[in-house]
């Protein structure tokens, strides 16, 4: 099986995946946006460069720019794993603060090259104007080489075999030398062992590795299963098709409502002042909504669903006379699918999720990561996921809890000192004041 395929420039593959480096971008924090485009982006960059419009392998990610597809997810899942992990845990907490950042780098970099061969391993790429064949030790990044020239690609009879040196040995074309000097020599040492990691490792896996490993197969994985078709079932109700309507209907109907209330007499109301509500408005939807239905500018609703609009008005305008009932009704009509929440368990104390506006309070502008642990702790605390305790001074939360959102106990205890919103942190408890504590679940009277 062989195809002619045309090159993707740098740019053009970068804004293919805007999104996808949007999220690489908020899980560096980089201070600045040089700072990031320096460290990280350039690396995507030149990734860009070495891949351009390759597929990565007959089964996965398979269309042009599929290589490039497959770097950057395994970057973003890597990282996203990293952020949970304890790296450097037998060193001192001074060093830890050190070289956890570099570790993370680390994660990112061997990621982002572990896919360098994989192409090259199922396909032959030659160039169609003079059949020369791409020879990545000698010609360099295949963007470069291949320039804007159609190429020919033809797929091995069988797979080369992997090789790690050979992968590392194209890395240096992605890493820069000056990426890699502020770099402990340990954290060299584990970057270099985790490019293009084993799938299934003997005895000792540094932590590295062992992320990198993960984030490549949940990269096939997620693959996997979007050919498929396989995705996680919906976990909240849909609201139904009168309800949507409904929802829908004053920003459509209010025009036509306007234009039709001046030849109303006026002695309209007066009837439903005098009269039971459930005797009068019964007839006025259905005079309102034909029009609405043959207005030429009207959307063209199906006549089961105007029946449904017109019975639901009806019941509307019956109990419209009761401030309550009618309140109920509004309620009703307003679903709103990613504002339910489950009810299984509710913790004692638990309260919704906290607002900007007290996060701002408490902690102050920034930190994206620490205003979404605070909601998503909250969120797990209110549906009984997670599990904290309120004593004498504050909240209490378990180190082990910690992990599960996406940072380090030390991170949080660090973060929560710069604030002054730390107690103490003691064997596997941190201790939070009472103003941060309340964001995450009410103080019991």
């Given at each position: ?6 090159p ?7 804004a293919?995946?805007q999104?996808?480096?949007?999220l690489?971008?908020?899980?560096a ?9 320096r460290?990280?982006?350039s690396?995507?960059?030149?990734c ?5 419009s390759m597929p ?8 042009p ?7 950057i ?13 304890k790296?450097?845990a037998?060193?001192?907490?001074e060093?830890r ?5 570099q570790?993370i780098?680390?994660?990112?970099l061997a990621?982002?090259?572990?896919s360098l ?5 199922h396909?032959?790429?030659?160039r169609a ?10 010609h360099g ?12 690609v033809?797929r091995r009879?069988a797979?080369?075999?992997s090789?790690r040196?050979?992968?590392a ?9 000056e ?23 003997q005895?000792?896996?540094?932590l590295?590795?062992?992320?990198v490993?993960?984030?490549?197969d949940v ?6 299963k ?6 996680a079932?919906?976990?909240?109700e849909?609201?139904s ?10 920003e459509q ?7 039709q209330q001046?030849p ?9 002042a ?8 019964a007839?006025?939807p259905?005079?309102t ?7 030429p500018?009207?959307?063209?609703l ?5 029946d449904?609009?017109q019975?639901?008005e009806?019941?509307?305008?019956a109990v419209a006379?009761?401030?309550d009932a009618?309140a109920g009704m509004?309620g ?6 990613s ?14 999720g906290?607002?900007d506006?007290?996060l701002n309070e408490?902690l ?5 990561m620490?205003?979404e642990f605070?909601?998503a702790?909250a ?5 009984g996921?997670?599990k ?5 001074k504050?909240?209490?939360v378990?180190?082990?809890l910690v ?12 973060q929560?000192?710069?604030?002054t ?7 596997n408890d941190?201790?939070?004041?009472e103003?941060a504590g309340?964001?995450i ?5």
């Amino acid at each position: 099986m062989s195809a002619f395929h045309r090159p993707i420039a740098v740019t053009e593959l970068l804004a293919m995946h805007q999104k996808r480096i949007e999220l690489v971008r908020q899980c560096a924090n980089e201070s600045t946006e040089a700072e990031f485009v320096r460290k990280w982006l350039s690396v995507l960059r030149r990734c860009a460069a070495w891949f351009s419009s390759m597929p990565l392998t007959p089964e996965f990610h398979a269309e042009p720019g599929g290589a490039f597809r497959a770097s950057i997810e395994s970057t973003f899942y890597a990282m996203r794993l990293a952020g949970g992990q304890k790296f450097a845990a037998d060193m001192t907490s001074e060093k830890r603060r050190r070289l956890e950042p570099q570790y993370i780098y680390a994660v990112f970099l061997a990621a982002a090259c572990s896919s360098l061969d994989e192409p090259c391993r199922h396909f032959e790429f030659s160039r169609a104007s003079d059949n020369a064949q791409w020879n990545p030790a000698a010609h360099g990044a295949f963007g470069s080489w291949i320039g804007d020239v159609e190429y020919h690609v033809q797929r091995r009879a069988a797979p080369l075999k992997s090789e790690r040196m050979r992968t590392a040995m194209y890395a240096q074309t992605v890493i820069a030398p000056e990426l890699l000097s502020g770099l402990d020599t340990a954290v060299l040492s584990d970057l270099f062992g985790a490019i293009n990691p084993d799938k299934s490792p003997q005895g000792f896996e540094a932590l590295v590795h062992k992320v990198v490993r993960q984030a490549m197969d949940v990269a096939v994985e997620f693959e996997r299963k979007a050919q498929r078709g396989v995705f996680a079932p919906v976990k909240f109700e849909v609201p139904s098709a009168v309800h949507v309507a409904l929802e829908l209907q004053p920003e459509q109907a209010a025009p036509p409502a306007a234009s039709q209330q001046p030849p109303q007499p006026a002695q309209a109301p007066q009837p439903a002042a005098s009269t039971p509500a459930a005797d009068v408005p019964a007839p006025a939807p259905v005079e309102t909504a034909a029009p609405q239905a043959s207005a030429p500018g009207a959307p063209q609703l199906s006549q089961s669903l105007l029946d449904a609009l017109q019975r639901s008005e009806a019941q509307t305008s019956a109990v419209a006379s009761t401030p309550d009932a009618s309140a109920g009704m509004r309620g009703a009509s307003a679903v709103d699918p990613s504002q339910m929440k489950s009810s299984s368990g509710p913790s004692k104390g638990a309260r919704p999720g906290p607002t900007d506006e007290e996060l701002n309070e408490v902690l102050g502008p920034g930190s994206a990561m620490m205003r979404e642990f605070f909601r998503a702790l909250a969120d797990d605390v209110a549906s009984g996921k997670a599990k904290v305790a309120w004593d004498e001074k504050g909240l209490t939360v378990q180190k082990r809890l910690v992990g599960a959102y996406g940072m380090t106990s030390d991170t949080l205890v660090e973060q929560l000192r710069k604030r002054t919103l730390l107690l103490r942190a003691l064997g596997n408890d941190i201790c939070i004041v009472e103003r941060a504590g309340r964001l995450i679940m009410e103080r019991p009277e």
